[in-house]
RNA sequence: GCGGAAUUGGUGAAGGGGUUAACACGGUGGAUUGUGGUUCCAUUAUGCGUGGGUUCGAGUCCCACAUUCCGUC
């Protein structure tokens, strides 16, 4: 089946909204934080620990299994839940990320894009029927257009004729993508250009996609001032029976900004890849804990916190680990990040119902800015 | 006793007269937003065994001493 979303309760004071998505594998919550599981792995967690987090939605990509195993092994053994095991809803995340990030702006024309493999250099030509249909061999829950992801920086010119093949490329898409249980999104893109943004997402619209993405904006450098424009200019012209899914957020301030502004669905690697590189997030702001102040300190990361590391772990053991290389060590850590981000969700899910977004908001503010561990943007005060 | 070699940060060390002592590991911070698993960035010896001397200038050359190692009686 194609997914469905039933809009339940908006909160009284802001855009954001409590709602129902229908999978193939379950009726889940939004908004919702979805784990990022690249390689067919949430690195470091076996399946039965991302369930144990209250992990609904897991994402994947369609780039780097293309590469390896390949999509025709995964199909071979029953598609992507059957491969890696894991029987929850899966989306899969188009390659055109790695447009951004692998490929040169020369490289990129009307019927595809050339990629250098990041594995052996190899070149490699990707294009949005290519994308589709290895989506639909992967046999995904929820695929994604294939698209191109300036950076805000780039010209207005620039952004329109991207913008414009982006559209083609949906197009082309969706005419092609052909797995009857599986979802297809469309992106917008625009940057932080209002009259492209509006210009994406009416022209996408338009397609009809079973749920809609707002793309570029947690591209390297970019403000956050840029990406909360880039949501608010796209916003009004997505439809209300459909989710909204901002692509690569996962800030715990993104997350309130980007629910009040009415988004339903969130991925981010932050988490877990913060947590390979030692640093925990904590409801007083986010802490590095390879910091030598933690040699001696036996409490937990976050006593309020109910996952397996916080109930069980103190930061002296996980510092110990993370220092001496040990892989539990970044487990552990994975696991709390992760945790932590779904339950502000959980939080956030219930502030909406009671009309309290706003309160919830300011408290969790309140605790985690209050170390001026995190800053509310990019820019240097 | 005699002869030879060595002595440079927390560690392994480079440098054999010319500005601020290489590099690596370790230490200490920081970064990370549709993945960088072991990543990236910054910082970390006002000092080269001790004391004299030569020189415009000495880890670098000379002398004495100390310590360590090797050989030998």
């Not at 991302?50 to 990509?61: D, F, P, T």
Request: charge should be neutral; hydrophobic fraction near 35%.
């Amino acid at each position: 089946m194609k997914i469905k979303y039933n809009l339940i309760h908006k909160d009284k004071n802001t855009k954001a909204r409590y709602g129902l998505l229908e999978t193939n594998y379950g009726t889940y919550e939004t908004p919702i934080f979805m784990p990022v599981g690249t390689q067919a792995t949430v690195k470091t967690l076996d399946p039965d620990e991302i369930k144990e987090i209250g992990s609904g939605i897991i994402l994947s990509n369609t780039y780097h299994l293309w590469l390896r195993p390949g999509e025709d092994i995964v199909a071979k053994a029953g598609g992507l839940h059957k491969f890696m095991n894991y029987d929850g809803p899966i989306l899969t995340d188009s390659g055109g990320f790695q447009v951004f990030s692998l490929a040169n702006p020369k490289d990129i024309s009307e019927e595809g894009v050339i990629f250098k493999s990041h594995i052996n250099g190899e070149k490699l030509f990707l294009t949005p029927e290519k994308s589709i249909a290895i989506q639909n061999k992967l046999d995904s829950d929820i695929a994604m257009s294939f698209d191109e992801c300036p950076p805000a920086s780039a010209s207005h010119e620039y952004m329109q004729n991207s913008v414009e093949r982006t559209i083609r490329w949906a197009k082309r898409g969706k005419k092609v993508h052909s797995n009857p249980h599986q979802s297809l999104f469309g992106i917008i893109q625009g940057g932080a250009y209002e009259d492209i943004r509006r210009f994406s997402a009416t022209e996408t619209v338009k397609l009809n996609f079973d749920g809609y993405s707002i793309g570029g904006v947690a591209n390297d450098g970019e403000s956050k001032e840029d990406m909360y424009l880039a949501i608010d200019y796209s916003i009004p012209y997505l439809p209300e029976d459909k989710p909204r899914y901002l692509m690569g957020v996962g800030e715990p301030i993104d997350l309130f900004e980007g629910v009040e502004r009415g988004i339903d669905m969130f991925d981010c690697v932050l988490p877990t890849r913060l947590a390979r590189h030692g640093h925990a997030f904590t409801r007083n702001g986010k802490i590095n804990l390879r910091n030598a102040k933690y040699k001696e300190d036996f409490t937990s990361i976050d006593e309020n916190c109910d996952c397996k590391c916080c109930k069980n772990y103190t930061k002296a053991y996980i510092r110990h680990l993370l220092v001496a290389n040990e892989t539990l060590g970044q487990r552990l850590l994975s696991i709390h990040n992760l945790r932590f981000l779904i339950k502000i969700m959980e939080e956030i899910r219930e502030s909406i119902k009671n009309d309290r977004f706003l309160e919830l908001k300011e408290e969790f503010y309140h605790s985690y800015l209050k170390n001026n561990h995190s800053k509310t943007s990019k820019q240097k005060d």
